[in-house]
């Protein structure tokens, strides 16, 4: 609170130019800017980390969908029962309306009655979203 001086009138009881002191509510001009400024600069970081909590949703359900695909490349080859052969080969497949491309890498393990099967997943522009690893019997 601020107070300020008001000269008034001498009246009987008072010496000629006396300062009367009153209360003067409300803020200054720069304290209502620096409280702007606080408000401004806490929205502006609120709003990025909005932001960011959005891309990391996308971004997980974009790995999401792709590892739904690489899952389900993967039990086709366990339900057909075929051992494969090593080496590369590409397939494509859509979950939720979105398209996606996936490698199998097949190599060779020490016990030659398995095979490890990478699998690596990129979204429609290429962007590698995961990779799934599974070691296949022959059976």
Known sequence: MKFS???TRARRDERPGACLSRQVGGFTLIEVMVALVI???TLGAGIK???ALMNNAQRLAEISEAQWCADNQLTG???AKVFPDVGESSFSCEQLG???SGTF???PTPNPNFRRI???MSNAAGEPLLTLSAILPNQ
Do not use: M
Request: aromatic residues 4%; glycine residues 4%.
């Open 98 to 100: 979105h398209s996606y």
């Open 39 to 41: 408000v401004a600069v």
């Open 77 to 79: 080859l366990k339900l």
């Open 49 to 51: 980390a909005a932001g």
């Open 5 to 7: 001086c008001v000269t």
């Open 118 to 120: 990478d699998t690596q």
């Open 105 to 107: 890498k097949v190599a």
